[in-house]
């Protein structure tokens, strides 16, 4: 049996059981709560693991990128919310494709003038098209304000025929800026509350809100127990990695995803890995909130503070002398997992080192 020490490197490795753990606490807590749970796919990008998290009781996934929902499509998955603005004729084309194949889908909206061209492109379609108001939770990228200003675009979905309002969602990523846990639990307090008081409004004027939907990794345990939240959608969960491990949202022993690196220069003061920017990517979590040291954590030496990066190259500083030589492999875990997974075609899943599989990176690069 091949070990995972035996593999070229950069690889990149998923730790089957710490994967499964990751997953079930998400299914637990959605079960725990009677609501459902739509993981966003952006972090693994797996036909594969959204296929696990389906057959461990998700209701469908979330993606970011139509060219993602075609992937996940392809791979057998019917029920897919994208979750992103999408306005132009050329996409919403793409759109009807997926409904065409059968795919229960849901599109995120905030603004009326979306509506009426989603509506002009599925006028020469058989298919209503069914939409999720996005609110703004405090992100402040996408989303009307929650209340009143969602009532106001949930009346105008009522007035597009091809158009079918399903639910209320909002995603609170400014929870990655939180200093304290203190602060996250109040931005996903706020995040839940704002789904439910907007969904609130709308159906005291008659329009029924059937989905009301939260998530961020950080937020989902905080956001998902509103009386009222039918939905969690976290996605690095599955995973987690340093930066999670920083926001004190767990512990860097349960983070599955790792790079394998090997030692490719030892100098007094520093030893180089040959993991630079192209796998261990440059993110240090959110801007003016430097919850990580270095670029990625290297198990079992704490000696080492990955502090550059270059494309091929990551220079560990040494704090102490080190054991590690020439040849050498180390296992590290990556800031963000999600931007690492995108570098790499496959995943070597292991148990224990023991390499068990090799899964694809489906929705690698998809960016349209
Ligand atoms: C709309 C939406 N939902 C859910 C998520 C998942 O967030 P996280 O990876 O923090 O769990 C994201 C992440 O960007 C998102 O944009």
Redesign the pocket.
Known sequence: MTEIISLDTPSLLLDYHKLLSNLNEMTSFAKEQGISYR??I??HKSIKIAQLQLQAGAVGI?T?KISEAEVMAAGGIKDI?I??PISSPDKIKRLVKLLELGIQLKV?VDNTESLSFLQKELEHTPFILEVWI?VNSGLN?CGVDPGKEAVILAKAVMTHSRLKLGGI???A?H??AAKTKEEIETIGLHEGHAVVESAIECEKEGISIPVR?V??????KTAGRINGVTEI?????VFFDAI?AGLGVTSIDRCALSLLASVVGVYKDRVIFDSGSKSLCLDKGAHGNQTVTGFGQVIGHPEIVIERLSEEHGVGVLLEATTLKLNDKVQIIPNHA?TVVNQFEEYVVHDNGRVMDVWKVDARGMVT
């Open positions: 993981p966003h952006k972090t979330t970011a919310l979750a992103y995120s996005k990228r969602f909002t995603h990523g929870s990655y939907s998530g961020s990794t950080p937020t989902y959608r976290p996605g690095n969960a999670q999600c």
